[in-house]
């Protein structure tokens, strides 16, 4: 009887741990700005009068914010290789988080990998050095 309790209370554990790393679809979120290379952690960081860097990827479609302002433009994905065409974005000039989000826009021109594990998604150069991460976020950032 004990090793029978023993076991469901293993079994009740194994899937906790099962749920909390229930594979994120790439699609299924947005993805906001977690770490940038040369401006570190970068969540939660929406600058006054500017909102956190997002994207969202659909069907070859992405579209999002540097921050202030609005992006969009296409992406071709095969395994673990990705790249993102030239994104247009409004002209929206802000008092703060403008290099930000020209350092946000160029890391995007320059990724060639992605891996994602869980709630991140890492986007990497042809190299395999890493310029970004992402974290998934269930609802677009607030708008300043």
Request: aromatic share 10%.
């Amino acid at each position: 009887m004990i090793r029978f309790a023993l076991f469901l209370c293993a079994l009740l554990l194994v899937g906790c741990v099962s749920m909390e790393q229930k594979e994120v679809p790439v699609t299924a979120n947005n993805w906001r700005l977690f770490w940038l290379k040369g401006w570190g952690v970068a969540e939660h960081s929406g600058l006054e009068g500017t909102e956190a860097a997002y994207i969202s990827l659909s069907e070859g479609r992405v579209e999002g914010s540097g921050g202030c302002n609005r992006i969009a433009g296409a992406y071709a994905q095969s395994g673990g290789q990705i790249e993102f065409s030239p994104l247009v974005s409004t002209r929206r000039a802000c008092l703060a988080g403008m290099e930000r989000e020209s350092a946000f826009l160029s890391a995007l021109e320059n990724v060639r990998l992605w891996q994602k594990k869980g709630d991140r998604l890492r986007f990497y150069d042809a190299s395999g050095r890493l310029l970004m991460e992402m974290k998934a976020a269930n609802e677009k950032p607030a708008q300043p």
